[in-house]
């Protein structure tokens, strides 16, 4: 009877929804996607924009929208997020005479809606053509090029349409732009025609995209073009360094063969688009974005030279396969409403992370999956502001608030454990079906959720709750018993950091280490207490390595036994990251060594650590005490013996990546006068520490750290300016040196300048100049920024891409570390009990460091 009832609510909803005339609210508000869904479907748009060789000329543009409508029972809305003069004329359904004005469409724009009556419209096709002028914003319109940007709800901002993820179109694309400008877009170039002063591009019309894949860019670019496995590719770039350009460009390439040619196989799907294309753009506001035909990349991310790590050449690897996984996970199967935005970037980031493991081995990807996935998940799941994975949407004007480390981060771990538990074939079968049956469609998570439940007698839906609609993390506490010299009995028990009681299935396993060797024990934790009865009888070992490869989710217990020589002896290096994190996430809750404890143990393995990453992520770590969970007392008294436990340690390793790593986290850390005058000289005859490769880029971060710890007047910026021919990088070291003057005064202005938009165009300098503005050296004239940034939330919230606002929060408030501020923020939330709920989440987690050090100060 139940299920009877809920189909007859089920078919009875379009009924409703229908029969009730939709208020025109601001935004894409679920019941009107849900509406439009119902009404509409076949849409193509051919829609061509005219681009001035000025910025600051505006851009013309017309579309001509044609769809199926199976009612016209009342006006519809499309989203367009501009003012009324930005509308020219609109007509419908051919209805015009230039002669009498009444046949074409009042222009009526209300709430980010342009509503068009149910005069002219009618059942079955309809064309709407309007003339207009596009918003810049999301063009993202530089000097000399731009590109489209529209993820999530940011077509609405450029042009008339229905922008939402599952009303899929084709789109027939028109570019007249400047000569010699190249373009990309989501197809292939028809035909074009050269003009006087403009070149006209034609584009052969797209394969069925979501608006917010709807993309293409033009500029003063370099193309190159290559086959892959007999599809043509194009790569367009602005770099100019030849050595960056030499030891880059085929490698992206091949990068792109080889994780088109996994997934291939991975998916038993070709490659499901009919383009292959990327551009390299300075200062991309992300590390990429999966437009088909033209995906999108930071250049800072693809170029790299001879000085460059090996993390940088393996975060290169992972960033082509997650934006080329796309193809397949949110491109070809896309996510019905961007709650499920979540389900697109797992995949992709899950998909890359294999990708990884076949190209770098095992052991690589082990230790990369740890390392890049849990400190960035715990770094929110530990905080007031923690959000579920799979969140509620209302409104898609908010679905920029749904990204951050959960979705990106927590969610793979979750993916992971999920494969465990159904087995990787059965795993690999359930998501194959998913793909061939939402191919070029529309999914949500329950969806897959379905279909993998055919595939495992586990019960899905017990598990799905705790890991995917819940917060939080377990704590996991051991009780080890001893008899004789052996282990008796090993208890395993989970508790929630916080919020009530619940139980997160997961495998993972202990170690016990001994003087002579290793015994692991894999664990199932199941239920909220087991006995690990594997370990009993085992002798008692010299300590317990909890999670020691790395797979378990919580905050796991370091034994006390456990001393720096016998850590950084383990040979295992994800024993020892696993290590290294749990150390430090129970320094932040008060329960391990305190923090300038944890620093001492850590620098102990500055030396020792061979291992790349684990060492960047060790300096990480102490880098991050050392500014953030210390006092100043501490600190003035502890540098000078780290200034020279860094400079020793760089001496003594012999892997160059390994020195560049130690002199980068002794560049943040120095302030004594010895080490300023060497790091001065070092940049001034641009002769590293031996055994040291730095590039142009290191010698402008030295500039602006010099910059940032000098008290008396400096010209090193607009000597390191002189210094470089590349234009992109000379306009970025122009806009930072504002935030690093030694005038207060000037510093004052360049944040006060922050608070109109066309300012923070530039979303990464933004981010980079806050960093120097609220640094702990600079916080005695910044500390006075921090409420009117609070006040600024909503505003950065409302116009920033996805990620700049909780990059705004992090960069202003995560070095701060006195009382004075957290009195300034717990002010600031008392008085605004009605900010966005999810902004307030991203304040509360971009915080979270401040409360912890007041906390752990305390005690």
Not at 43 to 71: G, H
Not at 272 to 277: D, I, L, R, S
Not at 521 to 529: D, F
Request: glycine share 4%; hydrophobic share 40%; net charge positive.
């Amino acid at each position: 009877m139940r299920r009877l009832l809920t189909f007859l609510i089920l078919i009875a909803l379009p009924c409703i929804i229908y029969a009730q005339q939709l208020p025109v609210e601001a935004g894409v508000p679920l019941r009107l996607a849900q509406y439009r869904k119902a009404v509409i479907d076949s849409i193509t748009y051919q829609i061509t924009f005219r681009i001035p060789e000025k910025k600051t000329d505006p851009i013309k543009a017309l579309v001509l929208i044609n769809f199926n409508l199976k009612t016209a029972d009342q006006p519809l809305q499309l989203d367009f997020k501009q003012r009324a003069d930005h509308v020219n004329e609109i007509s419908v359904n051919f209805i015009r005479d230039l002669h009498k004005p009444d046949t074409l469409e009042p222009i009526n724009l209300r709430n980010e809606h342009l509503i068009i009556s149910t005069k002219r419209l009618k059942k079955g096709r309809n064309q709407i053509e309007i003339i207009f002028t596009p918003g810049d914003a999301s063009l993202n319109r530089n000097d000399d090029y731009l590109y489209a940007l529209f993820v999530p709800d940011h077509a609405r901002t450029v042009f008339p349409c229905f922008d939402q993820p599952d009303l899929k179109a084709r789109y027939t694309l028109g570019l007249n732009v400047p000569p010699g400008w190249k373009v990309l877009a989501n197809s292939n170039i028809k035909d074009s025609s050269a003009y006087q002063d403009h070149v006209e591009y034609r584009f052969k019309q797209s394969d069925k995209l979501p608006t917010y894949l709807f993309s293409f860019t033009a500029g003063k670019y370099t193309s190159v073009k290559k086959m892959l496995d007999g599809r043509e590719a194009e790569f367009l770039y602005r770099e100019t360094d030849e050595q960056k350009i030499k030891l880059s460009v085929d490698s992206v390439f091949e990068q792109h063969r080889q994780a088109i040619r996994f997934l291939e196989d991975w998916t038993t799907i070709k490659y499901p688009f009919q383009k292959v294309g990327f551009v390299a753009i300075p200062d991309f506001q992300f590390g990429g974005m999966e437009h088909p035909g033209e995906i999108q990349y930071k250049a800072s991310g693809l170029f790299l030279d001879d000085a460059a790590t090996k993390d940088a050449h393996i975060a290169r690897a992972n960033v082509i396969s997650h934006e080329t996984a796309h193809m397949w996970f949110g491109d070809l199967v896309t996510m019905r409403w961007f709650n499920d935005v979540w389900t697109k970037e797992v995949f992709a980031n899950f998909m890359a992370d294999k990708v990884t493991e076949k190209l770098m081995g095992t052991a690589t990807f082990n230790l990369k999956f740890l390392q890049d996935h849990y400190p960035a998940a715990y770094a929110v799941d530990r905080t007031a502001g923690a959000n579920p994975i799979r969140q509620q949407l209302d409104n898609l004007q908010d679905a920029g608030s749904m990204y951050g480390n959960i979705i990106y981060h927590k969610a793979p771990i979750m993916m992971r454990q999920l494969e465990l538990l159904m087995g990787k074939s059965n795993f690999q079968a359930g998501v194959r079906e998913y793909l061939k049956t939402y191919a070029y469609s529309n999914a949500t998570w329950p969806n897959l959720i379905e279909i993998l439940g055919k595939h495992t007698e586990a019960d899905l839906s017990k598990w799905n709750k705790v890991w995917v609609y819940d917060t939080d993390r377990p704590v996991i506490q051991a009780d080890v018993r001893y008899s004789n010299g052996k282990i008796s009995k090993l208890t395993l028990a989970q508790h929630p950091e916080s919020g009530p009681n619940r139980i997160w299935p997961q495998a993972f396993d202990i170690t016990l280490v001994y003087p002579n060797g290793q015994q692991t024990i894999p664990v199932n934790l199941n239920a909220q207490k087991i006995q690990v009865s594997l370990a009993n009888g085992k002798p008692k070992p010299l300590y317990i390595i909890y999670n020691s490869n790395g797979m378990g989710y919580g905050v796991f217990p370091v034994e006390k036994a456990l001393d720096p020589t016998q850590l950084f002896d383990l040979q295992s290096p994800v024993q020892r990251a696993s290590v290294y994190i749990n150390l430090y996430e129970n320094m932040l809750n008060g329960r391990g060594y305190p923090p300038a404890q944890l620093m001492d143990f850590f620098g102990h393995g500055l030396q020792t650590e061979k291992e790349e990453t684990n060492l960047r992520m060790l300096t990480g770590y102490i880098n991050n005490i050392y500014w953030e969970f210390i006092n100043t007392t501490e600190r003035t008294n502890s540098v000078v013996g780290l200034e020279k436990a860094f400079w020793s340690a760089m001496q003594s390793q012999s892997v160059s990546n390994n020195k560049k790593i130690l002199f980068g986290t002794f560049q943040n850390i120095y302030t004594s006068k010895a080490a300023a005058k060497e790091i001065y000289n070092i940049w001034k005859t641009q002769t590293p520490p031996k055994g040291v490769k730095l590039t142009e880029d290191d010698y402008t971060g030295l500039a602006f750290t010099i910059a940032l710890k000098s008290d008396t007047v400096t010209n090193v910026l607009k000597q390191q300016e002189e210094r470089i021919t590349n234009t992109d990088r000379k306009k970025r070291i122009e806009f930072l040196m504002p935030a690093l003057s030694l005038n207060v005064k000037e510093r004052d202005s360049f944040f006060h300048s922050l608070k109109d938009r066309k300012n923070r165009a530039k979303e990464a300098w933004v981010l980079s100049a806050l960093g120097y503005l609220h640094h702990p050296l600079r916080q005695k004239t910044s500390i006075k920024y921090i409420p009117e940034s609070l006040n600024m939330l909503a505003e950065i919230q409302a116009t920033g891409d996805i990620f700049f606002p909780q990059g705004f929060i992090n960069a202003t408030f995560g070095n701060y570390q006195s009382k004075e501020a957290a009195i300034m923020v717990r002010d600031f939330i008392k008085t605004h009990p009605d900010l966005n709920p999810k902004l307030m989440g991203k304040l509360l987690q971009g915080v979270d460091n401040l409360v912890r050090t007041q906390r752990l100060m305390r005690n």
